[in-house]
């Protein structure tokens, strides 16, 4: 008994700690009191659609649309996701949500790893409590969405990456790169983000050429690993290794005569492409008909193409709302401007934080900033929704923490030699 209290005494609970646990309290709160007042709505057709995925593979029927034929219309990450509740009771639209607003706590805690890892606490701690009040983050998990999901297995992913690299450890290399295989289950383009870790290990970082040709083969033999049953299954039951058979669809969408950065999912197919498609023998063909409609304009319109692409990078990373596939909820002149003062000072001051932040920090971040070019150029050929973006907004934000704290450290030492003065 003496032993145990002598270890109760030692352990010392830091301010830190106390006030990571408040912001979390906070973060938490914020999102189950939205999750409350959606209850069980559902708003956007996507929710139905992973729902209804959830629903079968609970009930045996398998990966397989209404017609009982099998699909990859839809990733399989967030519907596994789903159905694991489903598994567990929890079966309505609100136990989702109350879920994901835990899940989308753990954001925040990842957020304060990742900022203490590669910064200080100081950062770490204001990344965590930004994240806690961004509204889109606090938004995000009430969406019956693959957003959430996302977001903590591309958090996770990194963090793990930066700890193998610090410890060199293998096995958090092999974690990392298996999260980013899962995280590549649930939103395909995630394939981007693991071309610019690849691109940052070998041609960034200064380790001598043979380890970096060694940690860059480990973490993609893991993500390969983890995505190659899927595609495999996909290859074996509609011929295509295709990790979602929508990716045809969304590059029509971003590239045709109607695409605009605003029109998103919202453009109608003329009578006669209509019918084609409608008569496409299985979801397969008629992805390849998407693409090979999308490659004609692109070869007959290349300014078009070229100007278009450019403009929808730049609208990926707009500060207000994108329009997104339809829902129940209506724009609103205070949705737009919470979303401007939300986004534009953590966007401008993660901005600063890259450019004044020491060499060797830059060196470790500008992963972060690699990935978000190679994100936005995938997004930029299809389409690009503001929703997309999210989960980079976390590394955004965590640059903007940094800088806030610099930026105070520097105003408390002004104060000290302006009072020595005095």
């Known amino acids: 008994m003496k032993g145990y209290l002598n270890t109760v005494i030692k352990v010392r609970v830091d301010k830190f700690s106390v006030l990571l646990c408040a912001v979390l309290v906070i973060g938490f709160g914020l999102r189950l009191a939205l999750a409350l007042t959606m209850d069980n709505k559902i708003s956007w057709e996507d929710e139905s659609d992973y729902l209804d995925l959830a629903q079968k593979i609970s009930n045996g029927a398998g990966y397989v649309l209404a017609d009982g034929s099998?699909?990859?219309?839809?990733?399989?990450?967030?519907?596994?996701?789903?159905?694991?509740?489903?598994?567990?009771?929890?079966?309505?639209?609100?136990?989702?949500?109350?879920?994901?607003?835990?899940?989308?706590?753990?954001?925040?805690?990842?957020?304060?790893r990742l900022g203490s890892e590669l910064m200080n606490r100081a950062a770490g701690l204001t990344g965590a409590a930004l994240t806690a009040i961004y509204p889109y983050y606090i938004f995000m998990p009430a969406t019956l969405l693959a957003e959430t999901l996302f977001t903590t297995l591309l958090l996770a992913a990194v963090l793990l990456f930066h700890l193998s690299l610090r410890t060199g450890r293998g096995k958090l290399l092999l974690g990392s790169g298996t999260l980013m295989g899962f995280a590549i289950l649930t939103r395909p383009a995630a394939w981007a983000l693991t071309g610019g870790i690849l691109f940052w290990l070998l041609f960034i970082t200064r380790y001598p050429a043979r380890q970096r040709l060694g940690l860059a083969a480990l973490f993609f033999i893991a993500v390969l690993l983890t995505v190659t049953p899927w595609m495999t299954r996909n290859y074996v039951r509609l011929g295509s290794f295709a990790l979602a058979t929508n990716g045809g669809r969304n590059f029509w969408l971003g590239n045709?005569?109607?695409?605009?950065?605003?029109?998103?999912?919202?453009?109608?197919m003329d009578a006669e492409m209509n019918r084609i498609i409608e008569n496409?023998?299985?979801?397969?063909?008629?992805?390849?008909?998407?693409?090979?409609?999308?490659f004609r304009y692109?070869?007959?319109?290349?300014?078009?193409?070229?100007v278009l692409t450019f403009s929808k990078a730049l609208a990926f990373w707009r500060w207000t709302p994108s329009p997104v596939t339809d829902n129940n909820y209506a724009r609103s002149n205070l949705m737009n401007w919470l979303s401007v003062l939300s986004v534009a000072p953590v966007f401008i001051l993660a901005v600063a934080g890259y450019i004044l932040v020491s060499a060797e920090l830059r060196s470790k971040i500008s992963l972060w900033l690699i990935m978000a070019l190679f994100y936005t150029a995938i997004h930029a050929l299809y389409i690009s929704k503001v929703r997309f973006r999210l989960p980079l907004d976390a590394f955004m934000i965590m640059a903007a923490a940094f800088t806030l704290v610099q930026a105070s450290a520097k105003l408390r030492q002004l104060v000290k030699r302006t009072a020595k003065v005095s």
């Open 70 to 112: 099998p699909t990859a219309f839809r990733a399989p990450g967030y519907p596994a996701f789903l159905t694991l509740l489903h598994l567990g009771g929890l079966t309505s639209p609100l136990a989702v949500r109350i879920i994901q607003a835990l899940l989308a706590t753990i954001i925040i805690w990842l957020v304060y």
């Open 256 to 268: 045709n005569s109607a695409a605009t950065i605003n029109s998103g999912s919202n453009i109608a």
């Open 298 to 306: 692109i070869q007959s319109h290349p300014r078009q193409f070229i």
């Open 280 to 294: 496409a023998a299985g979801e397969t063909a008629r992805e390849r008909i998407y693409y090979d409609e999308a």
